[in-house]
């Protein structure tokens, strides 16, 4: 499997420009999850979709922040305008939710994107 | 809301040696799961072992293996015949058993581990 995918894998923008994040979760993953991770701040979770629909955007931190998964193997992250705060590096992660107990919706986390707002 | 420390910055071991890395967390709820996630120098998050609390054995992944005290909610991993490739940030994470917020992750804030040869 080739794992979760994103792109692209380095951005730098200047202020107030839109910024446009990609995610491609594991083929036939349900769940997908959006982190940021800072110094500041660690690791965080901005929002979590299941089955294409969000579930919990409780972490996006204002609205200059949207996701959206128009099919079950596409998801986007926009920052519009981009501020030089949200310099981070920001992961997709997918996972297999399952009705039960268990592990099996372990998140697999792709390599990241680091962002770098001037 | 959980909270999850990991108390020690940093920690170093010698090639081969053993090392265990701390993890503890705060909780009211009985029924949870709990992640050791490795981050090296790529920044990919790896998966290194899970433990559901329900389960009184704990987990074990080739040379990793935890110590899983629910009592006192905590969650060390114990790394055995450390390898230079096991020089990365470490990360614990707390995932609740809840329908609603259940698939949430919580860090710590991570332990650097570096292996000296």
């Known amino acids: 499997d080739a794992g979760v995918i994103q792109s692209p894998r380095h951005e730098v923008t200047e202020m107030g420009q839109e910024v446009t994040l990609r995610c491609k979760p594991i083929?036939?993953?349900?769940?997908l999850f959006w982190y940021r991770q800072t110094m500041m701040r660690g690791l965080e979770l901005l929002i979590y979709?299941?089955?294409?629909?969000?579930?919990?955007d409780s972490g996006m931190p204002e609205d200059r922040f949207s996701a959206k998964m128009p099919n079950a193997s596409f998801s986007t992250l926009k920052i519009q305008p981009s501020e030089p705060r949200d310099s981070a590096v920001y992961f997709c992660?997918?996972?297999?939710?399952?009705?039960?107990?268990?592990?099996?919706?372990?998140?697999?986390f792709g390599p990241g994107t680091r962002l770098t707002v001037l | 809301a959980q909270t999850v420390t990991q108390s020690q910055p940093e920690m170093s071991v010698q090639e081969a040696e053993t090392v265990t890395l701390s993890c503890t967390y705060d909780?009211?709820?009985?029924?949870?799961?709990l992640f050791w996630y490795k981050q090296p120098p790529s920044r990919q998050m790896i998966l290194v072992i899970r433990?559901?609390?329900?389960?009184?054995q704990n987990a074990t992944e080739n040379r990793f293996s935890v110590n899983f005290q629910k009592a006192a909610k905590s969650f060390s991993l114990k790394i055995s015949d450390s390898q230079l490739g096991d020089a990365a940030m470490y990360f614990c994470?707390?995932?609740?058993?809840?329908?609603?917020?259940?698939?949430?992750?919580?860090f710590g804030e991570g332990t650097q581990l570096t292996v000296n040869p």
């Open positions: 992660a997918s996972s297999l939710k399952t009705i039960g107990r268990g592990l099996t919706d372990t998140q697999y």
């Open positions: 083929s036939g993953h349900n769940s």
């Open positions: 979709f299941n089955n294409n629909v969000p579930i919990d």
């Open positions: 909780t009211s709820e009985s029924d949870y799961y």
């Open positions: 433990q559901e609390a329900y389960k009184q």
């Open positions: 994470a707390y995932r609740s058993q809840e329908t609603t917020s259940g698939s949430r992750l919580t």
